[in-house]
């Protein structure tokens, strides 16, 4: 499990493809430091395993399904990614419940400075996980745990504090450029609850607004 608090930047120095699958070497000196054959590091989002290492690079395995289904594929030597170790037992908790798993890829439609903050404005790829995605909710961009500010049928949008720009690769994305996008997973296990409640379907009703009330949760065992 991750927390969407970028740790470093890595740079990609060999990329080795395989068909549909491929391994991957980072130069990352501070992830390089702490690491062990096995751990989990996440790789602009994405939860792959170290398969070896030394002082200053890490080296994972792609499989064909994340290969697919992140924007990985694309990375070339000299790119740059967003790098996260997992969440150490007692660790903060500083950005939310991530877990390395991609549920699309999103294309950049727009980038636009409003004061201090640098607004983007994002497509998933598949518009039918935005029904994960609520204003003033999370959702990780590349990795990055970033607060959502609205969202449309097709698209949200997500304000970006200079610090949080500096620190990750969204400084350097621009219009069409592709992310990789994970919701948050609480919103996943809310509505396989409601549906196990109401025989696998949910009513029209729940479609539209929460069907969670506090006879709810009691029947259930929250409460």
């Known amino acids: 499990m991750f927390t969407g608090i970028v740790e470093e930047i890595g740079t990609i120095q060999r990329v080795e493809r395989r068909g549909q699958s491929m391994v991957l070497s980072i130069a990352a000196r501070r992830i390089a430091e702490d690491v062990r054959i096995g751990d989990s590091i996440a790789v602009n989002g994405v939860c792959l395993t170290v398969v070896a290492f030394d002082g200053s690079s890490v080296t994972a395995e792609v499989m064909p399904e994340t290969f697919r289904r992140s924007t990985l594929h694309l990375l070339t030597l000299g790119d740059k990614v967003n790098l996260e170790r997992a969440l150490p037992a007692g660790g903060r908790l500083g950005g939310h419940i991530v877990q390395g798993h991609i549920d699309a890829i999103g294309t950049v439609l727009s980038r636009g ?67 990789n996008l994970e919701t948050d997973i609480l919103g996943r296990y809310v509505e396989k609850l409601l549906m196990s409640a109401q025989g696998g379907v949910l009513p029209p009703s729940s479609r539209q607004k929460s069907g969670i009330t506090a006879g709810f949760l009691a029947e259930h065992g929250f409460m």
């Open 113 to 179: 400075r409003e004061e201090n903050a640098v607004v983007f404005r994002i497509a998933p790829s598949d518009p039918a996980i935005l029904r994960y995605v609520v204003s003033k909710g999370s959702v990780a961009v590349d990795g990055i745990s970033l607060t959502v500010v609205d969202v449309t049928p097709q698209d949200f949008s997500v304000s970006i504090i200079p610090h949080t720009l500096e620190q990750t690769i969204l400084s350097d994305k621009r219009a069409g450029q592709k992310v």
